[in-house]
């Protein structure tokens, strides 16, 4: 299958994600589909390493639990055989205070079949911790108030 | 066929971090390149957004008097048209400290005649900064 099939592909998992549609994406991923976000586990229990249908299932249904709203933006896609890249950004709305977190994910895909098969995911992991914990984290390093954010 | 501009770019890049000559990256640089690195800004001053050739170099300069780059593996590779995107392990040297750092990044890049007209880079910035500062920052675990 060509690039741009593959891209078309990827767009649509994340037009169905972001939507909150969670069998939708799940249905567009291969059965044995391995997920890898570089993140501190130990804060963010539900990331890091997921394999199959089931984990991926649990994981987004976390993420969904938390943020009422979830929207995205896609400023750059690169396509090449089998494998996309998409620089994300996205916006979600917190369930427990309303607050609205923006960050930015480097999603690589690699399809097969027409399914996605793998997802890795590279994240600025720092801010997303303060955005999660509301802390800023660089005081509480550099020995300012560690006031919450 | 023609060589990808990003073949080109790669190697000026690590000639400037590494040996700081900087005049064939400059020839690769659009005069108006929009270029960001997202992570802590107030830790690493080299990060953020800049605008413009010399501002770009200003901040290789800046990266250049901080890190020397010991190895790099490319996990991942897109090449589009004018376009590419790649996860790398990178293996640095903080020189300051002579200390090893281990760095995942993914980066962006649109090219426009052979020259850079955009780059964003995404760094693992948690991990960069306990490495950084020597020691696992412990906070409270997330509600799941």
């Keep these: 299958m060509s690039a741009d099939l593959h891209r078309q592909q990827v767009l649509k998992f994340l037009e169905v994600f972001y939507s909150g549609d969670i069998e939708g994406a799940l249905a567009r991923c291969a059965e044995d589909i391995e997920f890898l976000a570089n993140a501190p586990v130990d804060i963010l229990p539900h990331m890091g390493h997921r394999r199959g249908k089931a984990a991926m299932r649990e994981m987004w249904t976390t993420v969904n639990a938390r943020y009422s709203e979830m929207r995205y933006e896609v400023p750059i896609l690169v396509a090449e055989g089998d494998k996309v890249a998409a620089h994300i950004r996205v916006f979600f709305r917190k369930r427990s205070n309303d607050r609205v977190m923006q960050f930015d994910i480097a999603g690589f895909y690699t399809l097969r079949d027409g399914r996605i098969a793998e997802i890795r995911e590279i994240i600025d992991t720092f801010d997303l911790v303060q955005q999660v914990l509301e802390r800023d984290v660089t005081a509480v390093l550099t020995g300012g108030e560690p006031d919450g954010i | ?144």
Excluded: C
Excluded at chain 2, 32 to 51: E, H, K, Q, T
Excluded at chain 2, 57 to 72: G, L, P, S
């Design chain 2, 1 to 144: 066929m023609t060589e990808h501009s990003l073949w080109r770019f790669s190697r000026a890049f690590h000639r400037a971090i590494n040996e700081r000559q900087f005049a064939d990256l400059e020839a690769l640089l659009d005069e108006d390149v929009d270029w960001a690195i997202y992570g802590p800004i107030d830790l690493f001053p080299f990060f953020g957004s800049r605008r413009g050739k010399a501002a770009v170099i200003e901040v290789i300069r800046q990266i250049a008097d901080n890190v020397r780059v010991r190895r790099f593996d490319r996990e991942s590779i897109m090449l589009g048209t004018d376009s590419a995107s790649s996860m790398m392990r990178y293996s640095l040297t903080a020189l300051d400290s002579n200390k090893p750092i281990s760095l995942r990044i993914a980066h962006f890049a649109q090219f426009k005649a052979g020259r850079l007209t955009n780059f964003r880079v995404l760094v693992d910035s948690f991990d960069l900064v306990e490495q950084t500062v020597g020691y696992p920052i412990h906070l409270p675990r997330m509600a799941v």
